[in-house]
């Protein structure tokens, strides 16, 4: 018997995954649910975290931010080339110069990285920040900073 919050956490972590089929590779899941007999949501959890410790075991905290900071801006961009809306397209588009201002900003003073601690989490939260729907970040940023 499992406590209550467990059973709501993933409920909730289901639905997230029945939300986005697609990418979370809902039906694999499945399957994957059937044969093994544990639920999606800790099998959704045993992959992320198998995926993580992979990529910083090969490339360490800025291959980590690199890669979260480019795959989700990177999915959401091609979704919104398909979508009829140009709100979306315009959103994307100045994240990706944030995004290179700040790429170009960073490879030219790679010396400012070693000396601020904890400089790979904060520029994921920073981008995190930036594409995050409810904060839209990038446009502030644009308009503030590089316009």
Do not use: N
């Not at 961009?77 to 170009?104: E, G, N, P």
């Not at 601690?117 to 590089?146: C, D, E, N, R």
């Amino acid at each position: 018997m499992s406590h209550p919050k467990l059973e709501q956490a993933v409920q909730k972590v289901d639905e997230f995954l029945a939300a986005y089929p697609t990418l979370c590779q809902y039906d694999r899941l499945r399957e994957l649910e059937k044969k093994t007999g544990q639920p999606k949501a800790y099998l959704f959890f045993a992959i992320v975290s198998l995926l993580t410790t992979i990529v910083m075991s090969i490339g360490g905290s800025k291959l980590f931010s690199d890669i979260l900071a480019f795959v989700y801006p990177a999915y959401m961009s091609f979704k919104a080339i398909d979508s009829s809306d140009a709100t979306d397209d315009t959103q994307w588009l100045t994240y990706w110069v944030v995004f290179a201002s700040f790429s170009i900003t960073e490879s030219v003073m790679t010396f400012v990285v070693s000396w601020i601690p904890f400089y790979y989490i904060i520029k994921s939260a920073f981008f995190m920040w930036l594409y995050h729907p409810k904060f839209m970040g990038a446009g502030l940023v644009y308009k503030q900073i590089i316009k």
